[in-house]
C-alpha cells in the first residue's frame, strides 16, 4: 500500500510538473510571438513612411539581420528583398500574406521551415502606390524552444522529482501508518480515519459473526469428541490417502496408538497386510469388513467409503469387540459337541442291554442286573438333560423374579433334600449360621446349595463330612460349603466350573455326576452379581465361598 500511495503521489506531481511546464511554456510562447508581432507590424509601418519617401535606397540602406523586407509590385514581381539577391526573386503574388494586402490593404502569415523548428512570421501592406511592402522575420518554434532549454528542464524535473520522491515517500509513511496500527481485534475503538469507519464496522460484524460460527464448530467437536471418546467401539476417520483425522481413545488402545497419531497414515501405525487390504477395497468397492486378533481379544472392522457429490472423502473405520461373541460361539459349538456326546454314551449302553434282552442273550438271573443298568443310565440322562435344561435357562437369562428370600432355610432344604445320599455314603452334613435375609431367586439360591452339597458329598470319604455354614456382614451374604473329601488338584481348579469338565471322568460319572453341577453353580451366581472362592487340598476337603449381595 505504501509502494502505491508513493507512486500515485510521483505520477501525480509528474503529471501536474508537466502540465504547468507546458503550460507554462505555451502562454510564455504565445506572449512573446505577441509581443514579436506588434513589434513587426510598427517595424513594418516605419519602413513604409521611408520606402515611400526614399524609394529603394531606403531599403539599399537596411543592414538588419533580424528584419527581411520585401518590396512587391502590384503584379507579383519584387521590386527589392533585403534578403535574397536578384536571381532567387520569384514572382510573389500567389503568398498568401501578399495575395490578402492586394486584396484588403494587409496580410499576413505564417510559414515554417521543413524540419519545423523555424517559423518565419510574415506581414504585409499595400502602399499608397498599390505595391506592397513585406516584412518578415524567422523564429524558433516552441520544439526548438523546448530542445534549446532541455538541460535546465531536465535539471528542473529531476530537482522536482527528487522532492517529490522524499515528500512522497514521508507522505505515503504519514498515511499508511496509522493504518497499520488499527486494533483489528478491536475495531470499533479504532479512530484513524473517518473514511474506514465503514469498513471497521464491517470487519467488527464479520468477527463477530467468525468468532459465532468459531464457538459453535468448538461446541460440535467438543461434542464429537466427547461422544467419540465415551464409545465403547473404536473409530477412526481417514482421509481418503489413509492419513488419520481423528481416532477415539478405544481405537488408541486397540491398536497400541497415543494422541500423536493424527496426521500419520493408519498403516503406519498398525501394519498388517489384511487391514490394508481391507482398506484398499472399501477405497475401490465402497465397504469391506475383516476379523482381527489384538492382545487376545477378537475384533470385528468395518471399513466404509465417504463420499460427498461423487468425490471420494476419505474411510471411517468402525471396531467392535466381538470376542464374547466369538467365545460364545465356540462355547456354544463345544457345548453342543459335548451334549451329542454325553446324550450318546448312556444312550448306547441301553441300546446295547436292550439287545442283549431282545435276543435271549441275557440269562434270566442276569436280567434284574441289566435291568438296573437300563434304568441307571436312563436316569443319567434325565439328570443330564435336567442340568442342560437349567443352563440354557441361565444362558438365556430370563427376567427371573427376585424376592426377600433366608439363604439359611434354603441351604437346611438343600441339606435335608441330600440326606439320604449322604446316609449312602455315610457322609454327615451340618447346616450353621444365622438366617441371612437376601434379594434373590429362591430357586437359583437353591441350585447353588444343592450343587455344591451334592458335590461335597459325592467327593466326600466314607464317614466324611460336609459343613454348609450361613453368614452375612453390611453388604452380602456368605454361603460355605466345606468337605473333608478328596479335595481337587491345583492344576483342576481353574477349569472345573467348565462345562462337562471333571477331573475323574469315570468317579463323576460312578457317582452320577453330568460334569454339569458347577457351571448352573457359576450361572446362577452371576445372576445374582456374586462372587465364588475356592480352597482346595488334594485328599484332605475343598472349601467353596458363595457370596451374594444382600
Ligand atoms: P460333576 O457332575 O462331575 O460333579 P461338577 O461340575 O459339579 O460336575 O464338578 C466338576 C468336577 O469338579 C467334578 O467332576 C469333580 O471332579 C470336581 N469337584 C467338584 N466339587 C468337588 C469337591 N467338593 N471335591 C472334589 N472335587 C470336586
Known amino acids: 500500500m505504501t509502494k502505491k500511495i508513493f507512486k500515485s503521489i510521483i505520477l501525480v506531481a509528474g503529471t501536474i510538473l508537466m502540465a504547468s511546464m507546458i503550460i507554462i511554456m505555451g502562454c510564455l510562447y504565445d506572449y512573446f510571438e505577441g509581443v514579436r508581432e506588434r513589434g513587426l507590424k510598427d ?4 519602413a513604409m513612411a521611408a520606402v515611400e519617401d526614399e524609394g529603394t535606397r531606403y531599403l539599399e540602406n537596411i543592414k538588419s539581420n533580424s528584419y527581411r523586407l520585401t518590396w512587391i509590385a502590384d503584379d507579383g514581381k519584387v521590386l527589392y528583398d533585403t534578403a535574397a539577391d536578384e536571381a532567387k526573386r520569384e514572382n510573389h503574388l500567389e503568398r498568401a500574406e501578399v495575395k490578402s494586402a492586394l486584396e484588403t490593404g494587409e496580410g499576413q502569415s505564417n510559414r515554417y521551415s521543413d524540419t519545423l523548428l523555424e517559423k ?32 535546465p528542464i531536465l535539471i528542473v524535473v529531476a530537482l522536482a522529482l527528487i522532492m517529490s520522491g522524499i515528500l512522497a515517500g514521508r507522505l505515503s509513511k504519514r498515511i499508511v501508518k496509522p493504518l497499520n496500527e488499527l486494533d483489528l481485534d478491536n475495531p470499533l475503538e479504532n479512530d484513524a480515519y473517518e473514511e474506514i469507519s465503514p469498513l471497521l464496522g464491517r470487519i467488527n460484524k464479520q468477527k463477530q459473526e467468525i468468532q459465532a460460527q468459531l464457538k459453535e464448530l468448538q461446541k460440535r467437536e467438543a461434542e464429537f469428541a466427547q461422544i467419540t471418546a465415551c464409545m465403547k467401539e473404536g473409530l477412526v476417520l481417514m482421509d ?7 481416532i477415539n481413545p478405544a481405537a488408541d488402545k486397540i491398536f497400541a496408538s497415543d494422541r500423536e497419531a493424527v496426521g500419520r497414515n493408519f498403516l503406519s501405525i498398525y501394519r498388517d497386510h489384511e487391514m490394508s487390504s481391507c482398506i484398499k477395497k472399501a477405497l475401490e468397492c465402497g465397504y469391506d469388513e475383516i476379523q482381527q486378533s489384538r492382545f487376545g481379544r477378537e475384533y470385528q472392522c468395518h471399513v466404509s467409503r465417504i463420499e460427498s457429490d461423487g468425490d471420494v472423502l476419505g474411510m ?10 466369538v467365545q460364545a460361539e465356540q462355547n456354544r459349538r463345544e457345548f453342543t459337541a459335548n451334549v451329542s456326546h454325553e446324550l450318546k454314551t448312556p444312550l448306547q449302553g441301553i441300546i446295547g442291554s436292550a439287545e442283549l434282552i431282545e435276543n435271549g442273550m441275557v440269562k434270566q438271573e442276569d436280567l434284574p442286573r441289566f435291568m438296573g443298568h437300563i434304568r441307571k443310565e436312563a436316569m443319567r440322562l434325565v439328570a443330564l438333560v435336567e442340568d ?8 438365556e437369562k430370563p427376567d427371573l423374579v427376585k424376592e426377600q428370600v433366608d439363604l439359611l432355610e434354603i441351604a437346611r432344604e438343600a441339606a435335608e433334600n441330600l440326606k439320604g445320599i449322604a446316609n449312602d455314603k455315610h457322609v454327615r452334613i451340618q447346616v450353621k449360621g444365622e438366617p441371612v435375609t437376601l434379594f ?37 451374604a456368605v454361603l460355605t460349603v466345606t468337605d473333608t473329601g478328596i479335595g481337587i488338584p491345583k492344576e483342576h481348579m481353574d477349569r472345573i466350573f467348565e ?3 471333571r477331573v475323574d471322568k469315570s468317579h463323576s460319572k460312578e457317582s452320577g455326576g453330568t460334569g454339569l453341577g458347577l457351571s448352573i453353580v457359576k450361572g446362577a451366581v452371576a445372576c445374582h452379581r ?21
Open 120 to 151: 518565419t512570421m510574415y506581414y504585409a501592406k499595400r502602399m499608397k502606390d498599390g505595391s506592397v511592402l513585406r516584412i518578415s522575420t524567422s523564429s524558433a518554434t516552441v520544439g526548438l524552444l523546448v530542445l534549446g532549454m532541455l538541460q
Open 43 to 46: 517595424q513594418l509601418g516605419l
Open 316 to 325: 471411517v473405520l468402525l471396531i467392535f469387540d466381538v470376542t464374547e461373541k
Open 530 to 550: 456374586g462372587t465364588i472362592n475356592m480352597k482346595s487340598t488334594e485328599n484332605s476337603g475343598t472349601t467353596i465361598e458363595v457370596t451374594l449381595p444382600l
Open 440 to 476: 434373590g431367586v429362591g430357586e437359583l439360591l437353591y441350585e447353588i446349595a444343592y450343587n455344591l452339597c451334592d458335590n461335597a458329598i459325592k467327593y466326600n470319604v466314607d464317614g466324611g463330612s460336609v459343613e454348609l455354614s450361613v453368614a452375612k456382614d453390611e453388604q452380602t
Open 499 to 501: 462345562r462337562f469338565y
Open 240 to 246: 481418503k490417502r489413509g492419513r488419520i483425522l481423528s
Open 388 to 395: 442342560i435344561i437349567r443352563l440354557s435357562r441361565l444362558d
